[in-house]
């Protein structure tokens, strides 16, 4: 192994800006992790048994994602960001705070997972250039999974 390349075998150059984008990610999903929390904690009207169920399995997913976003910052050898101050400095969503209207609700949801999938992209994009097959192949399941449920959340709101 050369002093360039990581553990795993990747440029160490390329292997940081990659982490550096995975760092984005993990930011934008903590913040739409906490969003999605308070919206199945104050969600009301009469969606609220479909929501509030609905709600939970997505954070809870975000949550798998998060641990896994994190990890895989580590196996490319750097640090995965952990602090809510950075979080919010960095994150591409929007704290959204006192929404517990069913519609808002899921808009700022839509919202959320297009910014996700969007930063997905272009870790993708950077990830299959430097050949991190490991990376690209999380972030592309990421990608398919956030493209359905953003179909699914616009049929709710029609």
């Known amino acids: 192994m050369s002093t360039a390349t990581t553990n795993i075998g990747l440029a160490k ?8 984008k995975l760092n984005t990610l993990l930011a934008a999903y903590q913040v739409f992790y906490q969003n999605v929390r308070g919206f199945h904690w104050n969600i009301r009207g009469d969606k609220f048994f479909t929501l509030h169920a609905k709600f939970e399995e997505l954070y809870t997913d975000s949550l798998t994602k998060i641990d896994e976003i994190a990890e895989r910052i580590l196996t490319l050898g750097f640090t995965p960001a952990h602090a809510f101050s950075d979080y919010i400095e960095h994150s591409l969503i929007n704290e959204v705070t006192h929404e517990s209207k069913d519609a808002a609700c899921v808009q700022h949801v839509l919202s959320g997972l297009q910014t996700l ?3 997905e992209r272009e870790v993708s994009s950077i990830s299959d250039e430097v050949g991190d097959d490991g990376t690209n192949d999380l972030i592309t399941t990421y990608i398919r999974e956030q493209e359905k449920l953003v179909w699914m959340y616009n049929a709710f709101l029609r």
Do not use: W
């Open 13 to 20: 150059k390329t292997s940081k800006e990659l982490a550096e």
């Open 117 to 119: 999938i969007e930063i």
